[in-house]
């Protein structure tokens, strides 16, 4: 079974470019996620959907972030424009449903903003 | 104060000791309690998977939660080199709620 696939794995920008991150789920999860990961620092939930619906978005900084989640499969997080402080590594997980925390992550991507 | 407190470490040990890993936590509402590994340039993987209090043993891992000192253990028995990784404790009340990650403590084991 393929795990959680994201792309690209590396991406360096200049800040105030535009940055896209993409997903793809295992087969079957119906709950997907986005983290964020600071060096040294546990995963952050920036947002998370139940199919095609953003349940919980509160933490994603909405002036500059946004995502999408088209047919309920594979997922978009976009950043326009890039900030130095947004780089990081940005996790993508799926589940097969939301209640007890037993997630699949990807191998992530990692932006540096210069 | 952060809703779960881990100490980042690095932790060191030679090859073959156990290993200790804690964590606590404030809320007296988490029920699920997690032990995720992440090697370096990877992302987080399940290791181990606790509900409620008690203890839950995978070779050569023991998961404990101890709910009444919200305080739960990860201890890794003859460690390996292989076991050289960041370990991230993890919990949540259940239902629709978020899980909650610790920073994750860096693990080295020497040959």
């Known amino acids: 079974e393929a795990g959680v696939v994201q792309s690209p794995r590396y991406k360096i920008i200049e800040k105030k470019q535009p940055v896209a991150f993409w997903c793809n789920p295992i087969s079957g999860h119906n709950t997907l996620y986005w983290y964020l990961q600071n060096l040294g620092q546990g995963p952050e939930l920036l947002i998370r959907?139940?199919?095609?619906?953003?349940?919980?978005d509160s933490q994603l900084p909405k002036d500059r972030f946004s995502a999408e989640r088209l047919k309920g499969v594979d997922s978009t997080l976009k950043i326009q424009p890039a900030e130095l402080g947004d780089s990081a590594v940005y996790l993508c997980?799926?589940?097969?449903?939301?209640?007890?925390?037993?997630?699949?992550f990807g191998e992530g991507s990692r932006l540096t903003v210069l | 104060q952060k809703e779960v407190e881990q100490d980042p470490g690095p932790l060191s040990v030679p090859e073959g000791a156990i290993v200790s890993l804690n964590c606590t936590y404030s809320?007296?509402?988490?029920?699920?309690f997690m032990w995720y590994r992440q090697y370096s340039r990877k992302g987080p993987e399940l290791l181990m998977y606790?509900?409620?209090?008690g203890n839950k043993e995978d070779g050569r891992f023991t998961a404990q939660v101890d709910k009444s000192s919200k305080y739960i253990s990860l201890f890794i028995r003859d460690s390996q080199p292989s076991d050289s990784a960041t370990y991230l404790c993890?919990?949540?009340?259940?239902?629709?709620?978020?899980?909650?990650f610790g920073t994750g403590t860096r693990l080295t084991v020497i040959p």
């Open positions: 997980a799926s589940s097969l449903g939301f209640s007890t925390g037993e997630l699949f």
């Open positions: 606790t509900y409620s209090s």
């Open positions: 809320n007296s509402a988490f029920q699920y």
């Open positions: 959907y139940e199919n095609e619906e953003a349940v919980d």
């Open positions: 993890a919990m949540t009340p259940g239902g629709a709620n978020n899980l909650f």
